[in-house]
């Protein structure tokens, strides 16, 4: 990926990153791009830059003759920008509690051991980017070393590449600071007994070098039987300043993380979640886990070549060891006395080398001014992942006793299968998994029954190009390319499976758009964009068992209408309104005279309103309030998208040390099934906080969440996998600064 740094006098670093692929080609983005750090703006923002927001404004440092910052009202996508103070005042821990106030974006359940966002509909597990750069592996992110994260809404390819059919999340990393020596540490922990730590510390070698360590380790404890875990992060970077015109930032970053894999109970035959089940974990303590180790090299190099011209040039490098094992409930009688229980072992290592390189240069011609961006970037990944279903063996009479349990009837699909085994309920509360419902003595392992077992490559080479052009003041034109061209091969290992599957594809994804401005505070914008996702997956995994069939498949496509208004309300309030229609096609097999041949398929169309209200009320007041109303088909009716969103959060400054919080999060009922049922019930969830200030370099902090202590269940993984929320918690936490 390309990725362009540019930092902005002693004050934040802003890095600006092209995905250039080195094998998977299609898209073209013809509109404001927002890129690494946030996004490419329109007017002014060349596309490279990384940018930082303060109230309503995308601040980034000179670039191509950019004298002053880019406001978020010349930029035609819809994007919300958390910041690090943000991050902290609202005690968020993970992705997952940002998106709670974000309109159009929710959460997953990831299986409980990775972040999994839907955007406007599309659930994805790899559309995250650290520093423009892509992170795709399926883990829970800390937010230890993150200066701010930009969730962007719609695809946007040109920036990022493949994926984003609804969306991407960005986190832009905290950079070495030049000339300047500062710190802070952290300390919280919660009613439940988990506890955190958090340091940062920016050294000033010498008016051109800087060292920046951040370290984090959090243990984990909630609500819910068994449910522990740890995660340590070790982050340092190095800003060296190579001349006047060149800078040189080094990040290496190591993480270790391990958590108990909770997967939530189950529907019942109202299609709501049980509620009488919702304490009980359905897992067991020593199987259910998940472990993870990373570690992550980046080094960026940007040149400033004249007044009005830049290149950046970056390398990342990262390597993952991931795996995670779970039982969860696969179905339960009708009197709530038996269920059975599925899992499974999965052990994933992924390596990734990404090389981008971009060029930014703004030019008069006529009356207008041109800011065009042109990027390359190479990827080359290798990906290696096991599955093994679980195997029961069970001690009493054949097949196993879940044939007779009233869960699965004798000759269903189901019946009799060692991958399944029926407990009961009484057991499970007891932490008893060594026998079944019957009494029968039962053992379990993880590694005799082989799902699948693949091996990857991905190579992608990309080029994108881009023309940000300022036809006039009141109006402002975006157009931009990506091609891509790439190679996919997936090797199946299964014995008496054995295949090799290779796709070679060259797709463009465009985009385009146009800002018209009534006046200076106001701008009506209109995008188009598209986006594409590989036929093997957003986790490479497999195409097809059959050779012919895997290679005749095409990508899916998204292609997403916006159109939307921002207002400056004030020099610190900002309004966002947006419409956006998303048509997402896939292809599907068929075959006509025994020949494999495709046939595209519009499996899932998503219309909506994302409404945004951010920033001061006040001096003493500021505000984050969201509202999002979707509509949509699928094939089969669309999946996890709430009929309404809507959140809140106020701050208000009683006096110079004393401040209090307040905040709303409210959710329509949410589908999770193909039908009207099952679903998650509509829930609010209220949540207060607390500050004061003990002295100018010391802050206690205190947030209480589900303050009403509602049972509510916020996201699933599949029909019967329900999360519960968590009952009312209390955070406390003292942060020092030096």
Do not use: C
């Amino acid at each position: 990926m390309i990725l362009i740094t540019i930092s902005n006098d002693n004050e934040n670093d802003y890095y600006l990153r092209i995905i250039y692929s080195k094998k998977n080609m299609k898209k073209i983005f013809l509109s404001s791009l927002l890129l690494t750090g946030g996004v490419f703006l329109s007017s002014g923002l060349s596309a490279q830059e990384e940018l930082t927001v303060r109230g309503n404004v995308l601040y980034s440092d000179q670039v191509n003759a950019l004298k002053t910052p880019v406001s978020v009202i010349n930029v035609p996508v819809s994007v919300s920008i958390i910041t690090d103070d943000e991050i902290a005042r609202q005690g968020y821990q993970q992705l997952g509690d940002l998106v709670r106030f974000t309109p159009g974006v929710s959460t997953s359940q990831g299986e409980g051991h990775r972040d999994a966002i839907v955007f406007r509909g599309n659930r994805s597990t790899a559309d995250f980017f650290q520093d423009g750069v892509r992170d795709d592996v399926q883990y829970y992110r800390s937010l230890y070393n993150v200066e701010q994260v930009e969730i962007l809404r719609g695809p946007n390819a040109l920036l990022f590449g493949r994926g984003g059919t609804g969306g991407v999340i960005n986190r832009v990393s905290k950079k070495g600071v030049l000339g300047e020596t500062f710190g802070s540490f952290s300390i919280g922990s919660n009613t439940f007994g988990a506890y955190d730590f958090v340091a940062d510390y920016n050294i000033s070698i010498n008016e051109d070098r800087s060292l920046r360590i951040m370290a984090h380790r959090d243990y984990l404890n909630n609500h819910r039987s068994y449910y522990d875990g740890d995660r340590a992060g070790f982050n340092p970077t190095l800003k060296v300043k190579l001349s006047s015109k060149t800078a040189l930032d080094v990040s290496y970053e190591y993480a270790d993380h391990e958590r108990f894999i909770d997967r939530g109970i189950p529907t019942g035959s109202n299609g709501e979640p049980v509620e009488a089940l919702a304490d009980i974990v359905f897992g067991h303590p020593d199987l259910n886990t998940q472990t993870l180790t990373a570690d992550i090299f980046r080094a960026t190099i940007t040149r400033d070549i004249s007044d009005t011209s830049k290149a950046i040039f970056s390398v990342t490098n990262n390597e993952f060891e991931k795996m995670y094992q779970n039982l969860y409930v696969a179905g339960h009688n009708a009197t709530l006395e038996e269920v059975a229980l599925d899992g499974y072992l999965d052990p994933t290592t992924r390596e990734n080398l990404i090389i981008s390189a971009n060029f930014v240069n703004e030019l008069e011609l006529g009356s207008a001014t041109h800011t065009i961006l042109f990027g390359v970037e190479v990827v080359d990944t290798d990906n290696k992942n096991f599955r093994y279903n679980t195997n029961f063996s069970n001690a009493g009479a054949l097949p196993l006793a879940n044939d007779g349990s009233g869960i699965y009837t004798a000759g269903s699909s189901q019946a009799g299968k060692s991958d399944r085994e029926t407990f009961s309920i009484a057991d499970i509360k007891a932490g008893i998994f060594n026998r079944d419902e019957a009494g029968a003595a039962v053992t379990l392992d993880f590694t005799s029954s082989l799902n699948n077992s693949t091996t990857t490559e991905f190579e992608v080479t990309s080029f994108f190009l881009q023309d940000q052009i300022d036809v006039s003041d009141n109006l402002k034109l975006l157009l931009g390319a990506r091609y891509d061209d790439y190679e996919i091969t997936v090797v199946n290992l299964k014995p008496g499976s054995e295949a090799t599957v290779t796709k070679e594809e060259d797709l463009v994804s465009p985009r385009a758009g146009i800002i018209f401005k009534p006046q200076d505070n106001v701008s009506i914008y209109a995008s188009y964009s598209n986006t594409f996702a590989p036929v093997a997956g957003e986790q490479y995994k497999a195409m097809s068992n059959n050779s012919t069939l895997g290679a005749v498949l095409d990508a899916s496509e998204t292609e997403n209408t916006e159109i939307g208004l921002k207002w400056a309300i004030s020099n610190e309030l900002f309004l966002t309104a947006a419409y956006f229609d998303a048509e997402r096609t896939a292809m599907t097999a068929v075959t006509v005279n025994n020949v494999a041949e495709q046939q595209e398929v519009v499996n899932q169309n998503v219309d909506g309103i994302e409404i945004e209200l951010v920033g001061k009320i006040s001096d003493q007041l500021e505000l984050t309030m969201s509202y999002a109303d979707f509509e949509g088909d699928t094939v089969a009716k669309n999946k996890e998208i709430p009929d309404y969103q809507f959140s809140t959060f106020a701050n208000y400054q009683v006096n110079d040390k004393f401040g209090i919080g307040f905040g709303v999060t409210s959710q329509g009922d949410q589908q999770i099934g193909t039908g009207a049922t099952p679903y998650l019930p509509s829930f609010t969830r209220v949540d207060v906080a607390a500050y004061y200030q003990i002295a100018d370099d010391l802050m206690l902090q205190m947030n209480i969440e589900n303050l009403t202590d509602e049972t509510y269940f916020p996201h699933s993984h599949s029909t019967h996998q329900a999360s519960v929320g968590e009952e009312v918690n209390a955070n406390f936490s003292i942060r020092r600064t030096f």
